[in-house]
């Protein structure tokens, strides 16, 4: 059996009903294009037109039509009718029947019976008629889908840009749709004419009010993908005065297919008041330097140290280690990344960093090669009272980490620090300043590369700001806020740790590695922009800076300079080393404020800039000396 008669074959060649019905038309197209350009041709003398020459013609026409349309799919349901890729597919066709109709009528009709012409005049005119039904049937398909004017939610969307643009032509073509747009907004002059699918911009964010009230809109959306969060903010205020709802597209790495649609909209959230940051990572290079390999994270059920397994995971680890103090807490990161949690394999491992045997035991029977240190007591008023807990494993669990991992021979290692050891004030700060320090002196010994990663407050963290507010705007209030000027960094915890392991990529020995947190931003702002949302009047309550804490964070320390040599969001910083004998003298039983001054001077070279670090370590063994 030959090929051209297999059912497969003949199947591609035969129409089914949808598809004659489109040759008949376009057919059609060609009969009327053939003989308005004769008849234009002859100044519309229609009695010198050859009938039958122009309907040899226009049949040739229809027939060349139904072959290179089926050659090129146009009849075998490859595009969608009146999509732009069938326009190109349908221009393609006529352009090539066109030309070979000219071609005969040039070496057949020696007595010019068909006009030389005919054949282009009428293939424009014929390809002007197929899109003009197509368009109208288009046209008439998305009316046909538009939503229900009387049961949608009547929407203003603010963003006349790709991200608007596409919300609003998928949303007028889903007639499920809950929503309708009914104007836009844009806070570009040149847009002020614009119109979307119909929708036309109606102004800038000061024309949000008036808008409303024209268009009977009751929401606002936000499509702008990457919309800082002081616009956010700003369209957020001007729209509750308004009376309007609010809600943002998500991010392009929220959504899968890159279609902005209502289904993906949600409401704001405390990332979008705070900023939202489009992070770029080499993800050749970290699965380099992942995959296959075995890994160890510490503090493995904490905020940080859990979204590191999750994103670790999908890097394909030989061994992906979870180490935590809190068994609950493994069940949880283990279930997250799972979809169950037996908690009984290898993955998991129940340890205390202070337990010095233990960790050590761990780190030679299991053998690491890469190391993510996230395990640290973080509640600043908390180890204020208690210095000695955050010496205890801040300091000395973050040094036999350290130790245990040079013993192992760990290619990778990577202290979580924090903003807070940069020109530290608190026992935190102080703490994690230390640990820095005793990861740079690593660094010197060890084979592998040691370094540490430095950034701010994690949104959604347990215990942070914002979990707080929540928590006093649920219950009623009032809003606590220490100082009404006081600023804090923020990152969303996938933002965090996306920058976390590009740093472990690029790190070099001993350096501290600062990542780009954005602006910081004023905590009163936030707390009025979470209380306005509240379904009653909270009120917001002024505390007073606690001890320990700052006015305004620093990201850089005295003497340290931002430079980024490899990546865009990320500084690097050298850090003076520290004896680990040094940081293992410290009385954790002293007073408090003898251990607040211990801590200060073991992690004082963040001021001593214009000292050697050995002169900062002096003062320490004076100190210790003085204490003996």
Not at 213 to 229: D, E, F, M
Not at 238 to 262: F, N, Q, W, Y
Not at 360 to 386: W, Y
Not at 540 to 562: A, N, Q, S
Request: with cysteine.
């Amino acid at each position: 059996m030959s090929e051209a008669s297999t059912p497969e074959a003949r199947a591609s060649v035969l129409l089914s009903g949808r598809e004659l019905t489109r040759l008949g038309v376009d057919g059609l197209a060609w009969f009327a294009g053939m003989f308005l350009a004769a008849i234009a041709r002859y100044d519309f003398r229609i009695s010198r037109v050859s009938v039958l020459a122009m309907l040899a013609f226009a049949l040739a026409a229809v027939a060349l039509q139904w072959l290179v349309g089926t050659y090129l799919y146009l009849y075998r349901g490859r595009y969608r009718y009146g999509s732009f890729d069938e326009v190109s597919g349908a221009a393609t066709t006529v352009v090539i029947v066109g030309a070979a109709l000219t071609i005969f009528d040039l070496g057949v009709f020696r007595d010019r019976r068909v006009p030389a012409s005919t054949p282009v005049v009428g293939s424009l005119i014929a390809l002007v008629l197929m899109l003009g039904v197509r368009y109208l049937w288009r046209v008439r398909s998305e009316r046909s889908h538009r939503p229900d004017e009387e049961t949608t939610t009547k929407i203003l969307v603010f963003g006349a840009g790709d991200a608007g643009s596409q919300l609003v032509q998928s949303t007028l073509r889903d007639h499920a749709s809950t929503y309708l747009p009914v104007g836009m907004l844009d806070d570009d002059p040149r847009l002020k004419n614009l119109r979307v699918s119909g929708i036309p911009v109606l102004g800038d964010r000061n024309a949000i009010a008036g808008a409303a009230v024209a268009t009977g809109a009751t929401t606002l959306v936000i499509a702008i993908a990457r919309a800082n969060a002081a616009l956010i903010r700003d369209l957020n205020s001007i729209s509750a005065e308004a009376g309007l709802a609010v809600k943002v597209v998500p991010t392009a790495s929220e959504i899968m297919d890159g279609v902005v649609s209502t289904a993906e909209l949600r409401d704001i959230s405390e990332a979008d008041l705070l900023g939202r940051h489009q992070i770029e990572t080499d993800l050749d290079a970290i699965a380099h330097h992942l995959h296959g390999k075995r890994v160890l994270v510490t503090g493995a059920g904490g905020s940080i140290g859990s979204e590191l397994c999750r994103q670790i995971h999908r890097y394909g680890p030989t061994e992906l280690i979870m180490l935590d103090r809190d068994e609950s807490a493994l069940h949880s990161v283990q279930l997250s990344i799972h979809g169950r949690a037996l908690l009984d394999d290898d993955g998991t491992v129940l340890a205390d960093i202070r337990d010095e045997a233990r960790i050590h035991e761990i780190f030679q029977t299991r053998r690491p090669q890469v190391v993510f240190h996230a395990a640290a007591l973080k509640h600043l008023p908390l180890l204020e009272q208690s210095p000695a807990e955050a010496l205890k494993t801040n300091v000395w669990g973050t040094l036999t980490v350290l130790e245990a991992a040079a013993a192992s021979g760990v290619e990778r290692f990577v202290n979580i620090s924090t903003d807070k050891a940069a020109n530290p004030i608190s026992v935190l700060g102080f703490s994690k300043r230390i640990a820095e320090r005793l990861t740079a002196h690593v660094a010197t010994e060890a084979e592998g590369t040691f370094l540490s990663v430095r950034f701010g407050n994690v949104l959604g963290s347990r215990g942070s700001v914002l979990t707080s507010f929540a928590s006093q705007i649920e219950a009623g209030g009032p809003v606590t806020v220490t100082d009404p000027e006081v600023t804090r960094y923020f990152m969303t915890v996938q933002e965090a740790v996306q920058l976390v392991i590009q740093a472990a990529v690029i790190g070099r020995d001993g350096e501290a590695l600062v990542l780009d947190l954005g602006q910081p931003v004023r905590i009163a702002d936030v707390a009025r922009h979470l209380a306005a949302q509240a379904p009653r009047p909270v009120e917001i309550v002024y505390t007073g800076l606690r001890p320990g804490e700052k006015m305004h964070e620093e990201l850089f320390g005295d003497g340290e300079v931002d430079e980024r040599p490899f990546h865009p969001l990320i500084s690097h910083v050298p850090v003076p080393a520290i004896s680990p004998e040094n940081a293992r003298g410290i009385q954790p039983y002293s007073a408090n404020d003898k251990l607040h001054e211990e801590l200060n001077a073991a992690a004082g070279s963040i001021f001593l800039t214009e000292r050697a670090p050995s002169e900062a370590n002096q003062q320490l063994d004076q100190i210790l000396l003085r204490r003996s």
